[in-house]
């Protein structure tokens, strides 16, 4: 369980929080500290997400990544999942290792290249379909609010974002 923070009235465990209202009555928290509890909650809950899927997170990047079909090299993964080569040396010997991947070779090129295999297809289709099934639960469970929230939630993504390019370098 994470620790309850200082600054936070004391509530019940996070398990048995039904809303955001029942864990941050606004008028307890400055925006910005509910903002940040909230997004820990979210992380929470895909966490809970991760652990009853069977593909790890680093398997699901690279297998998402595969998705328009195109097989790579490993400076390609590299590049499309902006990590260091050896980060994607380690993950996708693992994930040939089990079989989730599988490397070749193409005439008239000097790199291998990389793609999944019919297992690594299916279950990162049967995990993704578990995965955003959950969002898409909890987006019905909105109702008619899903499509502005969705927009807000496009805002905020794009203001957060601008706001954290605007952060000194340290």
């Given amino acids: ?9 004391r509530r019940p465990p996070l398990e048995s929080l039904m809303t955001p209202d029942d864990l941050l009555p ?6 910005d500290r509910r903002v940040a509890w909230l997004l820990t909650l979210v992380n929470r809950h895909q966490h809970v997400i991760e652990q009853r899927i069977e593909l790890n997170s680093a398997d699901m990047r690279l297998l998402w990544l595969f998705n328009d079909h195109r097989a ?15 980060t994607v040396n380690r993950q996708v010997n693992a ?15 000097s790199a291998r290249l990389v793609e999944p295999t019919e ?8 995990d993704i379909a578990d995965a955003l099934g959950t969002y ?4 019905d469970r909105l109702g008619d609010d899903a499509a502005p929230f969705l927009d807000l939630l496009t805002r ?8 954290v390019h605007t952060l000194p370098e340290r």
């Fill in 156 to 163: 905020f993504t794009s203001a957060f974002g601008d706001a």
């Fill in 95 to 109: 994930a040939l290792t089990a079989g989730l991947l599988r490397r070749f070779s193409e005439p008239g090129r």
């Fill in 1 to 9: 369980m994470l620790p309850q923070p200082p600054w936070m009235p």
């Fill in 119 to 126: 297992r690594g297809r299916t279950l990162f289709e049967r």
């Fill in 136 to 139: 898409e639960q909890a987006l």
């Fill in 26 to 31: 606004t008028s307890e928290v400055v925006r």
């Fill in 72 to 86: 790579r090299t490993l400076r390609e993964i590299a590049d499309d999942l902006s990590l260091e080569q050896s």
